[in-house]
């Protein structure tokens, strides 16, 4: 296959040759795949049918439980796929469509995120103007700009990539197909765009994460100035489980991305991927739900216990 005009597959990772680890790792995927529907749908359900999380905080937290479905959706099942049907590969359109939507997701959620620490920030900052400023109508055009950069963000990289010429053999050395590891089978020639577009979604990466700082300093500038205890713990819990989200995305995903890159897999590899397009989609719900007395409330009256 010596270019992209005649490949026709990529062959993914597989976990092990072995039947009964096969079996093993479609089970823990499974359970983990399930443990991540289970709990952003209960998350979306809940904000969605209980009109006293109908704000915009929740508004968006609805918006991102349906990102990390997304996410996870289109990794898991496939390699779940792959195992029980004893193959790796991967149709060229198939793999086309992985990228784009896992950039997608991510590139929303990461806006999105971005976007909760500016509602944050507006909250408890400038309490007089948060009813003025997030209105129902910018909280959806909000929203909708941050599913608007994902697709961009995603047509940009997915095009650039699959743009190039993959001299290198079909062979992707991870259970999904993720740009680094298709770089790794790119010409030399074509290589060099890739590398600007990668370095610009590093700036553009830095500049939420700074947004994000600079949001969380003013935040905590302006709690430590509340004189009543109780109100400073009351400003602190509604921002520790964004923060905690935000910060468990931006350090799985550096670690991932940003790592020296092998000529072979190793399970550093394998394991920081699964951490951050696994374990985060799953974490999310239980992060926000954990110490979330609204949100509590709200699965209570959903399941219709008192």
């Known amino acids: ?13 597989g976990f092990s040759d072995v039947w009964e680890l096969k079996i093993l790792h479609v089970v823990g995927f499974l359970v983990l795949y399930l443990a991540a529907l289970m709990g952003n749908l209960l998350i979306f359900m809940a904000i969605a049918f209980d009109h006293h999380l109908h704000t915009p905080m929740y508004f968006f937290l609805m918006n991102l439980s349906l990102l990390d479905l997304g996410s996870i959706s289109v990794t898991v099942p496939k390699s779940m796929a792959n195992s029980l049907m004893n193959t790796r590969s991967i149709s060229y359109a198939g793999c086309v469509a992985q990228v784009f939507f896992l950039l997608f997701f991510f590139g929303a959620d990461f806006s999105l995120l971005t976007v909760m620490a500016y509602d944050r920030y507006v909250a408890i900052c400038q309490p007089l103007h948060y009813d003025t400023m997030m209105n129902s109508r910018a909280c959806v055009q909000i929203a909708a700009s941050a599913w608007i950069s994902g697709i961009l963000y995603s047509v940009l990289h997915t095009g650039n990539t699959f743009a190039l010429t993959f001299c290198g053999g079909n062979m992707v050395d991870q259970f999904f197909c993720e740009i680094p590891q298709l770089l790794k089978l790119a010409c030399s020639n074509s290589y060099l765009s890739e590398i600007g577009v990668l370095a ?15 949001s969380y300093v003013q935040i905590f500038k302006s709690v430590l100035r509340i004189p009543s205890e109780q109100g400073r713990h009351k400003a602190f819990s509604t921002c520790l489980p964004h923060l905690t989200v935000a910060s468990l995305f931006v350090c799985t995903g550096i670690f991932a991305y940003l790592k020296p890159t092998s000529n072979s897999p190793s399970p550093l590899d394998i394991m920081a991927t699964v951490l951050y397009s696994v374990f985060t989609p799953i974490m999310n719900p239980i992060i926000y739900s954990l110490r979330n007395k609204e949100i509590k409330a709200a699965l209570r009256r959903l399941s219709g216990c008192r």
């Open 1 to 13: 296959m010596s270019n992209q005009t005649t490949l026709t597959e990529f062959l993914l990772l």
């Open 200 to 214: 610009f979604s590093v700036c553009l990466v830095l500049g939420c994460f700074i947004f994000i700082t600079v």
